[in-house]
């Protein structure tokens, strides 16, 4: 049965109400949640890191568009024959929202690596003015690029489990071995800096930092590990590594939180750097590397 505000109208929710709504239908579409499956608020609200209230409005507008059900002093529930869509909620979506559904689509094979602005105003409804400034933000973000004469498409990433798996077990050859390269030294001032840097995130996991700034912060720590090495083809191996993992950091950001665990094995090598403990720094970021490979987003 579904909830008295089965017609409520997506103009009387927040914008905040209605992304969570679509990110949510969104699952429900791919099959991540399952029909019959529990919608725990609790849960939901720790996955998309705001209060319940926002959840239980998104719920009672994704119960008015049929994808879930109230039952009485039981809770609500995934609909039994879910649509095959996200429906609309409304014309308002938002460029960040536009970028969201973009990788999602992306990552799950929805949308093709390459495509045109008139495909995307078909498929996604979204304003021109809208679209613009989603493709500027992707763009900028050097997640997408213009093809030549005609359309975008995505930028190159890894884009199959296989190479997924093939890109971390090189960059632990990579990493690590930097680590152990005769000409490493450490540059104090940069650690200190970067410490402060992943300790502020960690001292404070809900501020609102982009999926951007969160991979600039990684790709420089790794980038700083391969530049004291000292070797130059060391650098630009990872620099290129960082450049393709890009798109699925993105993706991964979407998908869930995941930089406190990341900041803090980062701040665990910085201190045995710190210490001059080289061979355990090596350790530490095997480990790291290992436990990441098992964060990444799988297609």
């Known amino acids: 049965m579904n909830s008295p505000d ?3 109208d997506a103009s009387n929710f927040s914008p905040l109400q209605v992304d969570l709504a679509r990110r949510i239908s969104q699952r429900i579409v791919n099959g991540e949640l399952q029909p019959g499956q529990h919608l725990s608020e609790n849960a939901l609200a720790d996955e998309f890191q705001v209060s319940r209230t926002p959840v239980r409005k998104a719920l009672q507008l994704i119960a008015g568009h049929g994808l879930a059900d109230f039952r009485a002093q039981e809770g609500v529930f995934v609909t039994q024959t879910p649509p095959q869509s996200v429906p609309r909620f409304g014309d308002n979506i938002t460029s960040d929202e ?5 990788l999602d689509d992306y990552a799950h094979e929805r949308l093709p690596i390459a495509w045109t602005e008139k495909d995307l105003l078909e498929r996604y409804g979204a304003s021109r003015s809208v679209l613009t400034k989603a ?3 992707l763009a900028s973000d050097s997640l997408i690029e213009k093809r030549k004469g005609h359309g975008w498409r995505f930028l190159p990433s890894m884009n199959t489990p296989d190479a997924m798996s093939e890109s971390y077990r090189f960059r632990m050859i990579i990493e690590c071995g930097a680590i152990r390269e005769p000409g490493f030294r450490v540059d104090p001032v940069q650690l200190a800096r970067l410490r402060e840097a992943h300790q502020r995130l960690i001292d404070h996991p809900n501020e ?3 999926a951007a700034e969160l991979f600039a912060l990684n790709a420089e720590f790794h980038e700083m590990i391969a530049r004291f090495s000292g070797n130059r083809f060391i650098l630009q191996a990872v620099q290129q590594q960082n450049q393709m993992r890009r798109l699925d950091e993105h993706v991964a950001h979407l998908r ?3 930089h406190v665990v990341s900041c803090t094995e980062h701040l665990q090598i910085i201190d045995a750097l710190e210490k001059g403990d080289f061979d355990w720094a090596a350790a530490l970021m095997q480990r790291h590397l290992t436990q990441a490979r098992t964060r990444s987003p799988q297609r």
Do not use: Y
């Open 256 to 258: 869930g939180p995941w």
């Open 135 to 137: 493709l500027v933000q």
């Open 6 to 8: 089965s017609t409520a």
């Open 208 to 210: 609102p930092l982009g």
């Open 98 to 102: 536009l970028c969201r559904q973009m």
